[in-house]
């Protein structure tokens, strides 16, 4: 199966702007997309990176579409037959375990919900079907499918479920991450704190500095 | 299989204070209780609900202990033999097929991490394992299994993961649910509101008063 897996090098993660510098997002950023690359190649599934930019990654292949998310996984759709998978860049906790889950469903379109309402995975197996990763996706997504005839199934995933957009996000790669993401964050300070209700991360050396 | 659902009926959901009133609370922390009940029923297990205070749940088995949830759920434990559930009651999106993922595993010890590190649901089929629900019980759990000699797995499923304390939570209830819980929440008058980045839950009352 082929992997589409949509990267934007040029200003990712804005919502970490209050815990992270624009370097430091964009070396996050890739720690994340690296860690979703291993799982991709661990799925014996064969990845493209779509980025809005050149970038250089160790063999993986490479398309630049600098139009945004929506219609650049729409035009490479045209261009294509036979089933895709689209799975984004900031999803550090997938497994293969988890991408063979979101290949399981004999449905034309399978889709894994985002925290919030988004679309954080996609099998597509019917050639009408169109992104749209704007706003609620994830219902707007099933009524696409519907509205072209295609079946439609939900993968019940917590590692497809937690996309890392702000900075609450950060506990769980923390809690569960294992690789690159995992091991960037923690060289750059942070640490799991457990005094409130719910375990969040804190940055040592913000801490020190406050 | 046995399944143990701990619930408070005295002051749930504190941390929804800023959205609820305090008998609101209460009628929505039973509506996801009842959510609950029904997937264990579905999933042909028996619940019994744990409560800190006299409780009428239509025939459903009720054992009263006022202790804290820790120390309750291990008094049960130490009485009872045999495999046990114990399934948080503010997991409204659970189905009956995510608690057969639960049950799947043959680990001795069975955890559902919720989000933040919480420990959402486990499968104890260990005679010596204890629970302890405070801080990041997720880790905390794993620990303990492995410190009594027992083997654990983690259950990949975002319905057993998201747990709704706070304000936040109940977006997914809306965007996941098709039970009480979403059905008293739009009685309430909370709607999906898709205009920042991740889909957020207005009440629609609030709105008009601001």
């Given at each position: 199966m082929r992997v589409l897996i949509p990267f934007d090098p040029r200003k990712p993660k804005t919502r970490l702007g209050g815990v992270l510098s624009a370097d430091e997002r964009r070396a996050f950023a890739e720690a994340m997309l690296r860690d979703v690359?291993?799982?991709?190649?661990?799925?014996?599934?064969?990845?493209?990176?779509?980025?809005?930019?050149?970038?250089?990654?160790?063999?993986?292949?490479?398309?630049?579409?600098?139009?945004?998310?929506?219609?650049?996984?729409?035009?490479?759709?045209?261009?294509?037959?036979?089933?895709?998978?689209?799975?984004?860049?900031?999803?550090?906790?997938?497994?293969?375990?988890?991408?063979?889950?979101?290949?399981?469903?004999?449905?034309d379109i399978v889709i894994a919900p985002g925290l919030g309402g988004g679309t954080n995975a996609l099998a597509i197996r019917h050639p009408d079907f169109r992104v749209d990763y704007h706003g609620s996706s994830y219902l707007d997504h099933r009524d696409a499918a519907r509205a072209v005839g295609a079946s439609v199934a939900t993968v019940d995933s917590f590692r497809l479920g937690v996309d890392v957009d702000e900075p609450a996000d950060i506990v769980e790669v923390l809690l569960h991450g294992s690789g690159r993401a995992d091991a960037w964050l923690r060289d750059a300070g942070f640490r799991l704190d457990s005094q409130s209700g719910r375990v969040t991360a804190v940055r040592i050396s913000d801490e020190m500095t406050a």
């Open positions: 690359l291993g799982a991709v190649r661990n799925a014996d599934a064969t990845p493209l990176v779509l980025s809005t930019a050149e970038i250089e990654l160790d063999g993986v292949s490479v398309r630049v579409d600098e139009r945004p998310l929506s219609p650049a996984v729409n035009a490479y759709r045209r261009e294509t037959t036979g089933p895709l998978c689209v799975l984004l860049a900031d999803l550090p906790l997938v497994t293969c375990k988890a991408i063979d889950r979101l290949l399981e469903p004999a449905a």
